[in-house]
């Protein structure tokens, strides 16, 4: 009988989702599937410090009257189903049976499944498309009065009130402030430098604002184009651009997710085929258009084409710097560091790109944490999740305060301000000034 070995001595690979198919929504070979994971992670359990999901898991087994998968009854998958908020961690660091191993498991895939069958079947919670539809929520912003106004509000114990009732938004959460100005209403494009293309990088760049930039924090946006004009860059900002879908892909509301794709493909497309990198400033985006849009729509060839095209903003200076073409003229140091790797920054497979540059700055220390910071998009702000959410992220409190850094910073800033929310939540504790990384490299440059 041939014998089962360990993974792991392969790189993960990723199959294509068949949402399309009926197959796919069918509920018994859904429970069927996740049984058969369910089992084998019961089997290994070394996932168990990742998130809540592994323990509620391993929870419901141990406390189930045969201590074994069998015995938890099927209703109960929900609850893991709900506490896995698609960080992909399992997948691409601990666990040893994803393909090419034949066991086939990809956990977070069929979380992905089940969501998307009980969306299907219910339509979601209103407070969950509402808090999802980030382009609705985004027309706040923009208008000084009514954002002062918005913000303020926000502030106010009686509206957190609300909020926590009517959308489910922890009171205790941070939430974000939405701008006065919009990233795209004042973002300009530069296009008088010389195209220099590199071995590794095109010569010229286009920037997928992100929801976030454009209504939440522009001046990542703009600390980014300063930082290509300053190494004589040539940028566009992208003509037109909708929700990447990401937050609508956490709900599995993948019918959602294909309307957004059928709203930026086309016109991502058009950048691509020019020979441009597409830039985008928060992970969970490039994530989306690099990995999880070319799964979801395998057999359209111009998402594979935009895939390809798209980049984290420091695997693109990084690979800039390789070609000898970034400047490294830095004049302001930072002193200490305190930097956390977002997961869906990890799980592109670039390395450690932002560290790779901040080690290239005068003196300045960096700690490097890459561990979840529990912030997870919508998902921790929640009330239902909102302790879970905070309890995942205290090992990364902790590791972030570690030297008294000057600075903290995330290439995701959702996951920046959580982190600085649980630090402040420390005993006597100093809360470093919260940076993102491109406003750092920004002030490094003296710019």
């Known amino acids: 009988m041939a014998s089962i070995r360990e993974g792991s001595l392969e790189a993960p690979t990723r199959h294509a989702l068949d949402w399309k198919n009926e197959a796919f ?34 929870d419901l087994v141990d406390e189930g009257p045969t201590g074994e998968v069998d015995g938890v009854p099927k209703e109960k998958y929900a609850d893991v189903v709900d506490q896995c908020y698609l ?26 499944r089940a969501k998307a069958v009980a969306f299907r079947k219910t339509g979601g919670k209103w407070r ?11 027309k706040f912003a923009g208008i000084p009065i009514v954002t002062q106004a918005v913000n303020a509000l926000n502030r106010t114990a009686v509206v957190r009130e609300a909020m926590q009732s009517a959308l489910g938004v922890d009171k205790n959460a941070w939430v974000p402030d939405y701008a006065a100005r919009k990233f795209r209403s004042t973002a300009r494009d530069d296009t008088a430098p010389a195209v220099r293309d590199g071995e590794r990088t095109p010569g010229k760049v286009a920037i997928f604002a992100t929801c ?61 085929e020019a020979g ?18 070319p799964l979801l729509f395998a057999g359209e060839a ?3 084409k935009v895939g390809a095209s798209v980049w984290d903003p420091f695997e693109y200076l990084m690979a800039r710097y390789r070609d000898g073409l970034l400047k490294t003229d830095f004049k302001q140091p930072l002193g200490k560091v305190s930097y956390h790797i977002p997961c869906h920054g990890r799980v592109q497979n670039i390395g450690r790109k932002t560290e790779e540059m901040f080690k290239l700055l005068p003196e300045t220390t960096i700690n490097t944490v890459e561990r979840c910071s529990g912030h997870a998009g919508t998902w921790g702000v929640k009330k239902a999740y909102h302790a879970m959410a905070m309890k995942i992220g205290r090992p990364v409190f902790r590791a972030m305060a570690k030297d008294e850094p000057d600075f903290i910073s995330s290439d995701c800033q959702l ?17 470093p000034e919260l940076a993102h990384p491109l406003t750092l490299l920004r002030r490094a440059y003296g710019i």
Not at 36 to 48: A, E, Q, T
Not at 415 to 431: S, T
């Open 302 to 304: 111009a998402v594979r």
């Open 212 to 272: 976030y930039v454009n209504y939440n924090e522009p001046g990542i946006g703009e600390d980014l184009l300063e930082i290509l004009r300053h190494n004589d860059i040539p940028y566009e900002i992208v003509e037109k651009e909708a929700c990447c879908g990401m937050p609508k892909f956490e709900l599995g509301d993948l019918a959602s997710v294909e309307k957004h794709k059928d709203k930026n493909i086309p016109v991502l497309l058009r950048y691509a």
């Open 25 to 58: 929504y069918d509920e018994a070979a859904l429970q069927a599937e996740m049984e058969r994971i369910f089992d084998i992670c019961h089997g290994c359990r070394r996932c168990v410090n990742l998130c809540g999901a592994f323990p509620t898991l391993f």
């Open 415 to 431: 996951a920046g301000h959580h982190i600085e929310q649980g630090m402040g939540q420390a005993e006597g504790a100093r809360v």
């Open 87 to 112: 960080c992909d961690m399992c997948y691409l660091t601990k666990c040893p049976y994803v393909p090419p191993h034949e066991w086939n498991v990809d956990f977070p895939h069929t979380m992905l």
């Open 276 to 293: 441009y990198a597409i830039l985008s400033a928060i992970p969970s985006c490039t994530l989306m258009f690099k990995q999880e849009l």
């Open 128 to 138: 969950d498309r509402v808090l999802s539809s980030t382009d609705g929520l985004g």
